[in-house]
C-alpha cells in the first residue's frame, strides 16, 4: 500500500443523502502512516481553518481506488469554507503531477481568492518543487501539516470515507469504469445534492453553500 494514499475509516454524516451506484459491504479501516513531525517550509503557512469566504482556503489529499488493471489514484481540493471539491484528478501514479493537475482544476473552477492557502500533509507530492513552483505561479500559498497527523485533513479524510461508503471500496474492472464512479459521484451528488447543516445558512449542498456566500460578499 503506498504511503501516500491513506483509506480512513468509513463513517456516514448524519446529513448525508444516499447515492448507490452498487455497494459492496463495508470495508475495513487502514491505519495511518507513520511520520515524522516537521516544520513548514519556506512560505508556509501553519493551519488555519476557521475561514466564512470561499476560495480562501483549501485542503487537499490523495486516496486510490483497487481496479482489476491496478490502482486508480485520485486527488481533490476541498474548499474548507463551503466543503465543495473545487479540483480533482485521477491517473495511474500518485507523482506530483497528479496534485498539480487537480490544482490547476481548483484554480481554474474555484473562484480562488489571491493568496488563497492551499493546506496538505507533508507527503512527497506536496513537497516537491513541481507542486511547489506551481502554488507560487497561480499565486497561492502553501501550508503543511505534521507528518502523520490525521487532525490537519480531518476535512479531506471526511470526504474520502464519505466517497468510500457510497461508491464502495471493490475492485473495479478497470480504472474507466472507476473514473466514471468517481465523476458521477462528486458532479452529481456530492457537490449539488449533498446537504450539509452550515451553523448559519442551515442545511445547504455545498454549491449552494458558495452561491449564498457569494451573494452575501456581493451585497
Known amino acids: 500500500m503506498p504511503g501516500t494514499a491513506r483509506e480512513p475509516q468509513a463513517h456516514r454524516p448524519s446529513d448525508a443523502r444516499t447515492w448507490h451506484p452498487g455497494r459492496p459491504p463495508a470495508p475495513p479501516a487502514f491505519a495511518d502512516p507513520a511520520g515524522q513531525e516537521g516544520q513548514d517550509g519556506p512560505g508556509s503557512d ?4 476557521h475561514t466564512e469566504r470561499p476560495g480562501t482556503k483549501l485542503v487537499g489529499d490523495i486516496t486510490f481506488l483497487p481496479t482489476a488493471e491496478g ?3 485520485l486527488a481533490c481540493w476541498l474548499d474548507l469554507t463551503t466543503r ?3 479540483g480533482y484528478a485521477m491517473a495511474d501514479h500518485h507523482r506530483a503531477s497528479l496534485v498539480v493537475d487537480a490544482l ?13 492557502v492551499a493546506h ?3 507527503d512527497s507530492e506536496y513537497t516537491s518543487d513541481q507542486f ?5 505561479e497561480l499565486g497561492l500559498r502553501q501550508s503543511c501539516g505534521r507528518a502523520g497527523s490525521c487532525f490537519d ?15 464502495g ?3 473495479w474492472p478497470d480504472r474507466a469504469t472507476a473514473r466514471a464512479d468517481v465523476f458521477a459521484f462528486v458532479e452529481t451528488f456530492y457537490n449539488r445534492r449533498r446537504l450539509r447543516n452550515h451553523k448559519i445558512l442551515g442545511y445547504l449542498t455545498p454549491t449552494e453553500t458558495r452561491q449564498h456566500q457569494q451573494q452575501a460578499l456581493a451585497a
Open 84 to 86: 465543495e471539491v473545487v
Open 169 to 171: 471500496n471493490r475492485t
Open 71 to 73: 490502482w486508480l489514484y
Open 132 to 136: 511547489r513552483r506551481e502554488v507560487r
Open 104 to 116: 490547476r482544476m481548483a484554480h481554474g473552477r474555484g473562484d480562488l481568492q489571491p493568496g488563497c
Open 120 to 122: 496538505s500533509d507533508r
Open 153 to 167: 485533513n480531518a476535512a479531506a479524510e471526511s470526504f474520502w470515507a464519505l466517497l468510500k461508503e457510497e461508491i
Open 46 to 49: 501553519r493551519p488555519d481553518f
